[in-house]
């Protein structure tokens, strides 16, 4: 993580670590369930975005590690941006990503020709 914006991130994970464990205490059980519920339909709410708008797949279905654990990251770094937090890094960021889009895209088109990888 960069620092700096780990640093940012740091004190809104602890207060949400602690108001989840204000609502576990008050709550019991039931805010657990809530919470189950609410992430449930999160996942669908995405399965169903992804197939409507982008017509694939969810990164959820390619590595669910990065899914998880790294996605909230990748919106935390994309929230910074729009607020105009480094755009150098950003432009870095974009032509890198743009770099292995073109990649993906020819890997793709060599494998919908049947030649081999």
Known sequence: MEPVAGAMLAPILVGSTAYANHLTSTYG???NS???AVNIACWI???VGHGKFEG???ALLDNLVQAVFLA???VWFEVLFSLGYRPELKRRIDQAVEL???KFKKSKEKGANG???
């Open 100 to 102: 292995e889009i073109q």
């Open 29 to 31: 059980a039931t805010a």
């Open 56 to 58: 694939r797949a969810p």
């Open 45 to 47: 709410a995405q399965f």
């Open 34 to 36: 809530w919470a189950g």
């Open 115 to 117: 030649s081999a990888k």
């Open 72 to 74: 909230p990251f990748f």
